[in-house]
T-cell receptor
């Protein structure tokens, strides 16, 4: 069956450009997460959706980062006025569970963003 | 607040010998603990998880981990390493209060020597 898909897989942006990264979760998964993985580091939480509601955006590093999931399925992470420190792999994960339940997060392959 | 500490950034073992990847955790609540594996250019894959049931957890590919509350540890082991085990391994903690965001360790790179 289809897993979590992300597009594009690779993105090169010039500093100051805006980028949009897409995540298609597994069909029927309620929860969706975005993580940022810098080179040589573990992934770090950015934001979390339950259906279309963004319940936690405490990990977004600045107001240049914005995420949405308007119909409770596909999600887009947008970064405005990209900076070099935004270069990282952006991972999307989805899970079946609602808060408080045992769950597994299924990860997509990631989008590698390079800001030049 | 929750966190994990992976005690070794890099572990090398010979093929056929045991693997031990160490992890200590800190959590304000009863934690859920996970090990994920990341092969080059592939997505993160769940190896195993602990969610307050049996303290010895068996996962895929012959890996297992033991939850030791007194030591706040969740070390990953495998009796006999295989070349295909070479990858990056992440110890991960989550609590079930609020959302289920995962907090990752910094990773341990496992190298298998032929």
């Amino acid at each position: 069956g289809a897993g979590v898909s992300q597009s594009p897989r690779y993105k090169v942006a010039k500093r100051g450009q805006d980028v949009a990264l897409r995540c298609d979760p597994i069909s029927g998964h309620v929860s969706l997460f975005w993580y940022q993985q810098a080179l040589g580091q573990g992934p770090e939480f950015l934001t979390y959706f339950q259906n279309e509601a963004q319940l936690d955006k405490s990990g977004l590093p600045s107001d240049r980062f914005f995420a949405e999931r308007p119909e409770g399925s596909v999600s887009t992470l947008k970064i405005q006025r990209t900076q070099q420190e935004d270069s990282a792999v952006y991972l999307c994960a989805s899970s079946l569970a609602l808060a408080g339940a045992s769950y597994e997060q299924y990860f997509g392959p990631g989008t590698r963003l390079t800001v030049t | 607040a929750q966190s994990v500490t992976q005690l070794d950034s890099h572990v090398s073992v010979s093929e056929g010998t045991p693997v031990l990847l160490r992890c200590n955790y800190s959590s304000s609540y009863s934690p859920s603990l996970f090990w994920y594996v990341q092969h080059p250019n592939k997505g993160l894959q769940l190896l195993l998880k602990y969610t307050s049931a049996a303290t010895l957890v068996k996962g895929i590919n012959g890996f297992e981990a033991e939850f030791k509350k007194s030591e706040t540890s969740f070390h990953l082991t495998k009796p006999s390493a295989h070349m295909s085990d070479a990858a990056e391994y992440f110890c991960v903690v989550s609590d079930l209060e609020g959302n289920e965001k995962l907090t990752f360790g910094t990773g341990t790179r496992l190298t298998i020597i032929p």
